[in-house]
Structures are given as C-alpha cells and as structure tokens.
C-alpha cells in the first residue's frame, strides 16, 4: 500500500514540475500565473483515472480559460431574439452593411468582427460529432421548418465536403466582395451554412482596438435548441453584452430574453446593456419611447435584472440603426430619389415632423436621435477604453469560478472515494462477523461431534455389557437345564 501511495506521488510531483511552455501568457503576468496554474491542474485532471470522472463542462470551461489567457481579446457580444436588429446594428456601428439584414434570419452561427491588416474572411466548421449533436437538438425540439428548408435545400448532399473540414480563409479586395463572401457562408439559401460553426471577419479600418472583438450571435429563440445553447453560453464569457430586443413593446417573450440574459450572465449585471431597437417603428419616437422607458425600467430595477433603477436607467438605450446607416447613405448622395430606401427614409422622417426637403438643416438633431453616437460614446467610455483591465478583472473572475468548480469535482471524487473505504470497511467487517459466526458454529459442531461421539461410546459400552450378561444368562440357563437331565 505504501510502495503504491509513493508511486502515485511521484507521478503527481513529476507532472506538476513538467517544463511548461507560457509563452502564449507572457503578454500580462497575471494572466500568466493563472493560466500556468490551471495548465498543471489540467494535467492531473485529464490522467485517465481521474479524466472518467470529470464532468466534462469542467474542462470545457477550464480549455476556455486557457484560450481567454492565452489569447487577449475582449468581447461585446449581440444576443437577442430572431430579428430584433442585432445585424442593422452591428452594420450601423461597422459603418457598412456587412451583416446581413434579409427578412429571413440570417445569423444561425457565431459571426466575429475584428481588426485586421487586411479584409478577411475566415471559417470554422462542425465536426460530425458537433453536427450529430445539432440534428439530434432540431429532431427533439421539432424544428420542422428547420428540417423542411435543411431537404429542401438538398443540404444533405453538402454535409460531407464541410464537417469536419479545416478552417478557410479568403482576402478579399473590396468591400463588396467581402459581404459576397459573408454572405456565401451566411445566407440562409445557402445549403452551406448549415454546417458553419463559426466566421470572423476581419476588416482594416474597423474603429475598434486590436483586441476588442464584436460578436453577432444565433438567436435566444432559434428552433434549434444546440443553437440557442451556443448563445446561452457564450453570453456567460463574453465580456460585454448588448441585449436587444425590440422597443415597440416589452411583452412576455422580450421579457424572457432579457432575463435569460441576466440569468447567463453569471451575476455580473454590469457588464449587460439592454438596447430598445428600432425605436424608428414607433409611430411617435420621441413620445412614445418616453413612455415604454418608464415600463421597462419596472422591469429592468428588479434583482432579476440591474437590482436599481439608476443602472437600469443607465443600462438602457434606445436606438434607431436602420435610420442612422440610411442617414449616413443619404449624406453620402447613396440613395437617390428613384429608390425605395429614399421613400423609407422619408416615412420615417415625417414620424419626427420632418420633411425630406428639411433634412439637410435637421440632420444632426435626427442623427442625434437614433442614440448611435450615445452608444458608440458609451462603448469607448465605459467598455473599449478600460477593456485591457477588465479583461484581467474577468480573467480573476473566471479564474475564481474555474477553481470553485474543480473544487467541487474534488470533493466529489473525495467524498466517492471515502465512501468506497468506507463499503470496503463495511465489507471487511461484514466478512469478519461471517468468519466468527462460522467459527462459533464449527466450534458447537465440533462440540456436538464430541458429544455424540461420548453418546454412541456409552450406548456402544451399555449394549456390549447387555450383550455380554444376556449370552451369560443364556449360558447358565443351558448349563442348568443339562445338569437336571
């Protein structure tokens, strides 16, 4: 038992002072110490009698860990609802349309916006494991729209040139160009898309520091469950994040987004904005908006939420982004008045007491209105210019909660553990209690054996001496009768 114990240790002591590279952690010292940290514990946890019984979200969130240190970028995610303005946005904040904004939905995988020294297009796809996953979730959910367009795209005859496949990536030249490309992997008519796990596209004159990364996200209420989970999930590590959900009025299903976003956002209220979108549709911005802003924050004060009212206040931010990138083709002489975006421009405009005509005086104060410049002014102010920081901060933070839960796991393989020396225990002590009950009854056996032996010896001695005095009687009685003839 000992010989085996300092096996064990010397095993444990050798993996632990293994030479480790941390080059990849070297950019902050205390990402580094945390990431060499959690490197040496991964070792001991993924030893193949431990590995068995790790749950494997444990180690999922710890590989998550180790990517966030060892690759600096901060994260504003978009989540929200099917179609409640994520890619108008994104496209608003970007400054071009690359998202698209078809009817349809578009968005059923990760899209990442980032710097970059040239224009890119790059992707990931699922491997068959991951897809597997995937239709079995659109199967149980019953996502019959799903698996309708899935055949009627052919899909099928596609899967085997993508999954599993490695990652693409194509330079592009122009701009436009660059949304083809988006789209060729995005678009919900193409079969493709089905099997994309992820796109990044990198742009040149992105207005966002190397580092900062914007993510436009499936749905909260995708009809494929694996997809929604996607989200779920990545709400809990992104850095930030922008919830949007329509602003022409907060019902049940809003609601439900925004507390789904709270509820993932694993307690850190602050790091989560509630963007009123298309505040554009409602018939009088202005005052109709001043009106719906007093019943969301009824909502959004409460403990589900921001738990005050001021950072409710602060929190919430009512846009227009489809007027805001239709202002910004308008000064650009993008538009003309022959086409149908002019004509939409000018619906909304008249919504704000607007003429078309007037716009060239009116246009800052209409600018100002769709709240663009305030969120952009908000980002840099309270997100993009600390990012460095707050990514250390929640590079604590996750450190702190990948320690608690491999804590857990510990005690829980500790507590398996003493309650198997324990059964053994029971058993030795059961089999101890069988042997001298077995012992007792051999002894009584034994003694009973003896008993019976002295039983049959005395009944043996008493009918040999009857025998023999009745052969003597016999005798005598024979001898008596001869002596009287």
């Given at each position: 038992m000992e010989q085996e114990f300092a096996a064990q240790k010397e095993k444990i002591d050798a993996l632990l002072n293994a030479p480790l590279d941390d080059t990849a952690f070297l950019w902050d010292?205390?990402?580094?110490?945390?990431?060499?940290?959690?490197?040496k514990i991964r070792r001991l946890l993924t030893q193949n009698d431990v590995e068995e019984r790790i749950k494997k979200s444990v180690l999922c969130n710890l590989d998550a860990f180790l990517t966030r240190c060892a690759t600096p970028e901060y994260h504003i995610a978009l989540v929200g609802a099917i179609?409640?303005?994520?890619s108008t946005l994104i496209n608003a904040i970007i400054g071009n349309d690359l998202a698209s904004t078809e009817v349809t939905p578009e968005t059923a995988s990760l899209t990442k916006f980032r710097r970059a020294e040239e224009d890119y297009v790059e992707v990931s796809f699922y491997t068959a494991e991951e897809w597997n996953s995937l239709w079995k979730s659109a199967e149980e959910s019953r996502a019959k729209v799903f698996v309708e367009e899935y055949?009627?795209?052919?899909?099928?005859?596609?899967k085997g040139n993508w999954l599993g496949q490695d990652n693409q990536k194509t330079v592009?030249?122009?701009?436009?160009?660059?949304?083809?490309?988006?789209?060729?992997?995005t678009s919900s008519k193409s079969p493709t898309h089905y099997f994309v796990k992820e796109v990044i596209v990198g742009l040149k004159d992105f207005d966002l520091p190397d580092g900062v990364v914007m993510v436009d996200t499936p749905g909260l209420d995708d009809v494929v469950e694996y997809r929604s989970n996607i989200t779920r999930d990545y709400i809990s590590r992104a850095n930030a994040v922008l919830v949007c959900v329509r602003s022409d009025a907060l019902t049940g299903g809003e609601l439900q987004t925004i507390l789904r976003v709270f509820q993932n956002a694993r307690g850190d209220a602050e790091k989560v904005y509630v963007i009123a979108t298309q505040i554009d549709t409602l018939n009088e911005p202005q005052k109709d908006w001043a009106k719906q802003n007093e019943e969301w924050l009824k909502y959004l004060k409460e403990q589900g939420c921001y738990g005050s009212r001021d950072l409710a206040q602060q929190k919430l931010i009512p846009i227009s982004?489809?007027?805001?990138?239709?202002?910004?083709?308008?000064?650009?002489?993008?538009?003309?008045e022959e086409e149908r975006a002019f004509f939409a421009l000018e619906s909304v405009l008249l919504k704000y007491m607007i003429r078309i005509k007037n716009l060239p005086e009116k246009f800052h104060e209409v600018e100002e209105s769709t709240n663009i410049s305030l969120l952009k002014t908000k980002?840099?102010?309270?997100?993009?210019s600390k990012y460095k920081k707050r990514m250390i901060d929640d590079i604590c933070v996750a450190y702190e909660q990948n320690k608690e839960d491999i804590g857990e796991q510990m005690r829980r393989l500790r507590d398996e553990q003493q309650e198997i020396i324990d059964t053994s225990n029971k058993g030795l002590d059961e089999i101890r209690k069988k042997k001298e009950e077995y012992e007792e009854k051999v002894k009584a056996a034994e003694e009973e054996k003896k008993s019976l032996e002295q039983l049959v010896s005395s009944v043996k001695f008493a009918t040999t001496k009857r025998a023999e005095e009745l052969i003597a009687a016999i005798k005598a009685l024979s001898e008596k009768q001869v002596k009287t003839r």
């Open positions: 010292e205390t990402a580094r110490k945390y990431a060499v940290k959690m490197v179609k409640a303005g994520k055949n009627a795209l052919n899909a099928d005859q596609e592009c030249s122009t701009r436009e160009e660059l949304k083809t490309e988006i789209a060729r992997w982004a489809w007027l805001y990138s239709a202002l910004q083709s308008y000064k650009e002489n993008k538009i003309s980002l840099q102010s309270e997100i993009i």
